[in-house]
């Protein structure tokens, strides 16, 4: 039964109880510049002119860039892991070796002078945190990227640039992925 003739008339004005949908949010699958009713990510996130523009944009530039952050001390703390297995088999003791680089790290990072079998516990579980912690970022930064937006895109990559340039001490490691 075809009711297409039917006018239903316009329930724009209605305000139903609960049925406020807050801002309208524009999703696009295809490249663009526009900005006009863009949410990013989140409903919440939503770009209502040229400065919630520039917040955002610095804000994503911000979170790219702690990625590399996260990224380069986790490159630090597994290099310190392998320096304190490799003490540990050859029985040296750490405190007078590689005293230096205690300063580089943070107490809750440091695994301890006497590398024992808890502390090798303490390093593996501190690793698979980072680990964790670099997933998540990654997959939020791809989240961020698949607005399609070129603005958002452009800060994404301004970020992963300036985080490198402020964090990384060594040669990239990975190619940029998701994960």
């Known amino acids: 039964m075809d009711h297409s003739h039917m006018d239903h008339g316009d329930h724009s004005g209605h305000n139903m109880p609960g049925m406020d949908h807050g801002p309208k949010c524009n999703m696009n699958m295809l490249f663009t510049w526009d900005t006009t009713d863009l949410c990013i990510v989140f409903r919440g996130w939503h770009i209502s002119g040229p400065g919630t523009l520039i917040l955002s944009l610095l804000a994503i530039v911000l979170m790219t860039a702690g990625y590399e952050a996260v990224r380069e001390a986790s490159r630090r703390y597994d290099a310190h892991a392998k320096r304190v297995a490799e003490v540990r088999t050859s029985g040296d003791d750490l405190s007078t070796r590689y005293a230096a680089d205690d300063d580089e790290l943070s107490s809750l990072l440091r695994p301890g002078r006497y590398a024992g079998r808890a502390n090798e516990q ?12 670099q997933v998540f970022y990654s997959f939020f930064i791809m989240l961020l990227f698949m607005t399609y937006n070129g603005w958002v895109m452009l800060a994404v990559a301004v970020g992963a640039f ?7 001490n060594s040669p990239p490691t990975k190619t940029a992925a998701c994960h």
Not at 162 to 168: A, C, E, H, K, R
């Open 122 to 133: 303490q390093m593996k579980v501190v690793k698979a945190l980072l680990y964790a912690v």
């Open 162 to 168: 300036v985080g490198y340039m402020l964090f990384s």
